[in-house]
């Protein structure tokens, strides 16, 4: 059973800067893709960015385009980093991961999940 542990979360004011870490219980993530979700209080829980661990390929929501990326990755670790954080970023932030490659930021495509790491925005 493939498990994920993220890490990296934390308070922060906006317009600072956190990594998060997603670390899987097997050596490698080289078969599988992976994706970064987020769930606020109170609303759904939402697709904020993707890798495609077979290509390198990427894509990220329109709310965090341009301030988020995936900074590549080590053999069983992914990150994200978050630049130009603002309060609206505050959620519990969650990694997943399916085999193969997809770039889809669905939940339900996603058969792995982490616990969860709480970032919390200042204003």
């Avoid at 994920?4 to 993530?29: D, H, K, M, P, W």
């Avoid at 309060?87 to 058969?111: F, R």
Wanted: a positive charge; proline letters at 2%.
């Amino acid at each position: 059973q493939l498990r994920l542990v993220e890490s990296g979360g934390g308070l922060v004011e906006s317009g600072g800067s956190l990594r998060l870490s997603c670390a899987a219980s097997q050596s490698t993530l080289r078969y599988y893709s992976l994706a970064w979700f987020r769930q606020a209080p109170g609303t759904e829980r939402e697709g904020v960015s993707c890798l495609s661990v077979v290509d390198g390929s990427t894509r990220y929501a329109d709310s965090v385009k341009g301030r988020f990326t995936i900074p590549g990755h080590a053999k069983n670790t992914v990150f994200l980093q978050m630049n130009s954080l603002k309060p609206e970023d505050t959620a519990v932030y969650y990694c997943a991961v399916t085999k193969g490659a997809t770039l889809s930021i669905q939940q339900y495509l996603y058969d792995y999940w982490g616990q969860g790491t709480q970032v919390t925005v200042s204003s």
